[in-house]
């Protein structure tokens, strides 16, 4: 004789993902993060937009109030950071090329 599984019984204390007899079926909570810091959005914006400096700034600024503060948002000031030292290098690399290679060729004789 074949038994047919009971339906599971939701109980509303505990919500839907729980079924009643069952604790394998729980899902463990995280701990709410603590928010962001708003230095750190601010250098990954300004990185992203262009404004290098801005962000490399900033950048710094929120690592050192995270460190002190415990705050959220490092990998966002660390992209920051990162961000904007790639683009000051590049920025640094193209203005090279082009004073030294391509502003002496377009530029008339004489």
Known sequence: MSETPAEPVLTE???????????????????PRPPADGRAVAALVLSLVGLHVLG?????????????TGAGGRGMAIAGLVLGY??????????????SVIAPLVTLPG
């Open 13 to 31: 204390e505990v919500g839907l993902d729980h079924v009643a007899g069952d604790d394998s079926t729980r899902r463990p909570r995280r701990a």
């Open 56 to 68: 490399v700034i900033l950048g710094h600024v929120a690592l050192a109030r995270i460190r002190r």
């Open 86 to 99: 790639t683009g000051l290098v590049l920025a640094l690399v193209w203005w090279t090329v082009y004073f």
